[in-house]
Structure formats: C-alpha cells, structure tokens
C-alpha cells in the first residue's frame, strides 16, 4: 500500500503547516520563505534568518533542510535562495537565487549553476526528475516554460506561458497561467486547459498524482483556501485553513 502524499503550506506569517483532506494542521516550522518536500520525506527551506551574512543569504533567505527522521535543520552551503524546490530522491534541490540565477544543491556536494542571471522566477522538480521552470521571456500567459534536458534548457514550442507550475508524475506539467487558468502542458508543446480564468494562485502535484491548489479566495485564517482534486479525477473538494504557497511530496 502507498503511502499518502504529504502537502506542507506556508501561512501569511512564515509558518509552516501540513495539510490533508481533513484539514490544515497546526504550526510546525516558523520563519519560513519557501517551503519544498522531496518524494522520499525530505522537507527543503528558505529560512529567514536575521542574523545571516550576505554570503549565506544573498539578498534572499538560508537554505536548509531536514531528512525525512531528522529532527534537526541542517544549513546547505547556496549563496541564498528565494524559490526552491525537491528532487523526488531527497539528495538534491533546486533554487532560485534574488538574482534568477537557477542552482543544483546536492548534499554533501558543491552547489552547481544551471543557468545565469535573471534567467527564471518559479521552479519545480517533477517526481519523475524532470525540473520546470517559468522562466523571464515574455509570453502570453506569463513567463516562458522551459525544462532541462542533460543541462540544457528546452523552450516548450508554442511560445506557453504561466506564473506558476508544477512537475508531474508522468514528465509533464501543470502551469498557472496570469489570469488564473490551469493548464496541462507537455514538452513537445502539448497543451490542454483544464479550468477557466480565476480558478487558482497556486498548484503542487502530489507525487500520488492528486493536485493542490490556492484559490482565489480568501481564506479566514488568512491567505486563499485550499483545494484539491484525487489522483482518479472528480470534483475539487475544499480544505479548511489558508495558506500563501504549498507543495505536495511523500508518496
């Protein structure tokens, strides 16, 4: 039996809740910029750290993470990040820098440029390994999605654009687009709307296959409400508790 898919959401305050069908659940981690969590468990962190030098941080936050038993965060040497996200192996994650340079930080390994400045804004490692990103060309839509192939950035062909997007189990992606469309891309320029204007902020595929997603609509406990759709399809169903950014992980 597979085990459930975990969702970690980031609150209006910098704190880290998980969230289930049944609900958000209390504050977990706090001071929090980015909140990612691998396939296997490990949780990854932009950490807001006043106390951190230029060098650690970057104009951003402090990068680091907790293995899937750990109970202590550990610090990844990465110059700062803004964005971040989890392989599927737990080993490595994958940033972006105050700059929009792009990273590789592995554990107990040198943090390795995967493209230069101004390059991207949102990122996101598929739980097949594929890593998207909304990169900073302009398209209709919002940014232009890419994907690397052996350390060379692809362009989706069809000029696709999005604000936010999420990998896939099966090597594709779901995108955001600026007016809060979702979509289904694909990397030979496939593409397949699957809401209309307004439906969300915010998307994560779990690696299970469910989708989550922040709402346009405002939340009681501050942010925009949670949504999600099983991995089988069907109706959206609605959580309670708000949250500004979620991820899903754990299978």
């Not at 750990?70 to 994650?93: L, N, Q, R, V």
């Not at 107990?108 to 909304?134: C, M, N, Y």
């Amino acid at each position: 039996m597979s085990k459930q898919s975990t969702i970690l959401s980031l609150t209006t305050t910098h704190a880290v809740r998980t969230i289930t069908p049944q609900g958000v659940s209390k504050e977990i981690e706090e001071n929090i910029r980015d909140i990612s969590i691998s396939a296997n468990g490990t949780m990854w962190a932009v950490t807001i750290d006043p106390l951190a030098t230029e060098k650690e941080a970057g104009g951003g936050g402090v990068v680091k993470y907790k293995e899937p038993k750990g109970k202590k965060w550990i610090t990844m040497e990465s110059g700062g990040a803004t964005k971040i996200d989890g392989g599927p192996s737990g080993s490595k994650a994958y940033i972006i820098n105050n700059k929009g340079e792009v990273w590789q930080l592995e554990i107990k390994k040198e943090p390795k440029q995967l493209a230069g400045a101004g390059f991207a804004r949102e990122i996101s490692a598929g739980a097949d390994g594929t890593v998207w990103v909304i990169s900073n060309e302009p398209v209709h839509g919002g940014g232009l999605v890419q994907y690397l192939d052996n350390d060379h950035w692809m362009k989706v062909p069809g000029e696709i654009g999005g604000n936010k997007i999420t990998g896939t189990p099966d090597g594709k992606a779901l995108i955001v687009n600026v007016n809060g469309m979702i979509a289904k891309v694909t990397k030979e320029g496939g593409f397949e709307q699957m809401t209309g204007d307004g439906f969300a902020k915010e998307v994560s595929v779990a690696p299970d296959g469910s989708i989550w997603i922040i709402s346009n609509e405002p939340s009681q406990d501050g942010g925009n409400k949670v949504s999600y759709q099983p991995a089988e399809g069907g109706a959206w169903q609605d959580i309670e508790g708000g949250a500004v950014i979620l991820d899903a992980g754990f299978a």
